[in-house]
């Protein structure tokens, strides 16, 4: 257990087995794969068990998993397979806050690389999201990879106002830690809308009977613009990912946005995109996706992205998770030698005529890794 587990590392594995016990000279390991972890041996349990910390860099996908006492000889039944997924993120909450003493309030959490529970033990186990607010685990119902939806816990009328931080696993074990949180605001329906609808929609009222009144009351209640949702309108869209987050500085990249609730959108021309201060016109592709051609930018570095859907007026801000870096076209100044015979395995090094930096950029055989230039072995 667990019988999944992030890429990121950090997780204690325990495998539990006959004769799983303290030796002299011990050299306690776990086996991944082909990737070998130190253990210590666990006595809490009413089965002995091996705990091997897992660390960063296992690779993603479905591994056996042996355990060894010397280091050496492992077992070799293959019948307990762990699943290997990349970390989860998630990013967002909608709506961002719930009324104290009402129950029934659904949270969606937004982010991307979310798993589904896994009915099988054949491929190691996904167990399914569950949202941890504050201290309560609550399980959470999986809708795609970008988001889940739980049922926020109930305060009880009265309660103080307040903040919850929440998180998510799928393996019972590893929380995120995105520091998200959760507003638990009073609101009295007869005495005006919550949190003044955010902004975000106009407060209408109702007359409506209550039962423990005998009487007629006037409620009010949040009347959200259309691309906003929930008893505050804080419900909106949201940017999940994009890909890719690099091009020239020269612009032209098409870039792929995923994103939430991008159907809301009231006319297909009230797409946009932000990059650092300069906006693009966006291409809605299908309810989860946009296309963003990159404009021409005057800096070579990094800016934030954000995404409108209702022609500028609202943004994601959010520029600071979603980073894209405009770079120099790398540009040949000159090779040394300009000659070389035809034997081959001459090593000829390429010289940028600007200050571009060279990153492990493989083309053929030449492989740049040096500031401004790099060596290349010619080929026969």
């Known amino acids: 257990a667990p019988r999944a587990l992030s890429r990121a590392g950090g997780t204690i594995l325990t495998v539990r087995g006959l004769r799983v016990s303290t030796i002299t000279g011990g050299n306690y390991t776990c086996k991944v794969g082909e990737t070998i ?188 613009r259309p691309i906003f949702s929930g008893l505050d309108c804080s419900g909106s869209f949201a940017m999940v990912n994009m890909i890719p987050r690099s091009g020239p500085q020269t612009g032209g990249t098409a870039v792929s946005i995923t994103g939430f609730n991008l159907f809301l959108a009231t006319d297909s021309t009230n797409y946009r995109c932000k990059f650092g201060s300069q906006q693009v016109q966006a291409k809605y592709t299908e309810p989860t996706t946009l296309v963003c051609v990159t404009p021409a930018y005057y800096l070579n570095g990094t800016v934030g992205v954000e995404i409108s859907i209702d022609n500028g007026t609202t943004w994601t801000n959010e520029g600071h998770v979603h980073l894209f870096a405009f770079q120099l076209q790398p540009s040949i100044g000159r090779i040394e030698p300009s000659i070389a015979p035809a034997l081959g395995h001459t090593v000829v090094r390429v010289l940028s005529d600007r200050n571009h930096t060279f990153t492990k950029w493989l083309v053929d055989t030449c492989i740049c890794i040096i500031r401004c230039s790099c060596e290349c072995v010619i080929a026969v």
């Open 37 to 224: 972890f130190s253990g210590y041996i666990d006595t809490a349990g009413a089965v002995p068990g091996l705990n091997c910390l897992i660390l960063p860099g296992l690779a993603k996908g479905v591994h056996a998993v042996e355990i060894a006492m010397n280091g050496q000889e492992f077992t070799s039944t293959g019948e307990f397979p762990i699943n290997v997924f990349d970390p989860l993120h998630i990013q967002n909450l909608f709506p961002k806050g719930v009324a104290i003493g009402r129950d029934g309030q659904s949270i969606t959490i937004v982010g991307y690389g979310l798993l589904e529970k896994d009915p099988t033990n054949t491929k190691g186990t996904i167990s399914g999201p569950v949202v941890r607010v504050g201290g309560e685990n609550i399980n959470a119902e999986y809708k795609d990879n970008s988001h889940v939806v739980f049922q926020a816990p109930l305060l009880a009328a009265g309660s103080p106002a307040t903040q919850r931080s929440v998180e998510l696993t799928v393996n019972d074990q590893d929380f995120t830690t995105s520091g998200l949180v959760l507003d638990f605001y009073e609101w009295d329906a007869t005495a005006g809308c919550p949190r003044d609808c955010n902004g975000r929609g106009t407060c209408i009222s109702q007359w409506v009977w209550d039962d423990q009144r005998q009487q007629e009351v006037q409620e009010f209640r949040c009347a959200c």
